[in-house]
Nanobody
Framework: QVQLVESGGGLVQAGGSLRLSCAASGIIFSFYHVHWYRQAPEKQRELVATITSSLNTNYADSVKGRFTLSRDNAKNMVFLQMNSLKPEDTATYYC?????????WGQGTQVTVAS
């Protein structure tokens, strides 16, 4: 059974930092690409950052230079370091792993940035 568990969300002041984690089990994690999405109330889910199985990263323009995505395959985990947070970063953040036609989602973690 595949399971993804996100953690690290919370309430932070604008300009602050948070580090989100996603722990995976039930898959050969290193084979999978990992994405972080976010969804704010009444908005569509948007792709924030990607790290591939070969460690290539890509970021949405809105977070480029502020967010850093990394992975530790030995621990089956990914980390989204979020710096210089803005109120518009407020959303539920979801971890997604996908490859080989399979896609798995975590339950999400709430990030709230106060102005």
């Amino acid at each position: 059974q595949v399971q993804l568990v996100e953690s690290g969300g919370g309430l932070v002041q604008a300009g602050g930092s948070l580090r989100l984690s996603c722990a995976a089990s039930g898959i050969i994690f290193s084979f999978y690409h990992v994405h972080w999405y976010r969804q704010a109330p009444e908005k569509q889910r948007e792709l924030v950052a990607t790290i591939t199985s070969s460690l290539n990263t890509n970021y949405a323009d809105s977070v480029k230079g502020r967010f850093t995505l990394s992975r530790d395959n030995a621990k089956n985990m990914v980390f989204l370091q979020m710096n210089s947070l803005k109120p518009e970063d407020t959303a539920t953040y979801y971890c997604n792993v996908e490859r080989f036609g399979n896609s798995y989602w975590g339950q999400g973690t709430q990030v709230t940035v106060a102005s």
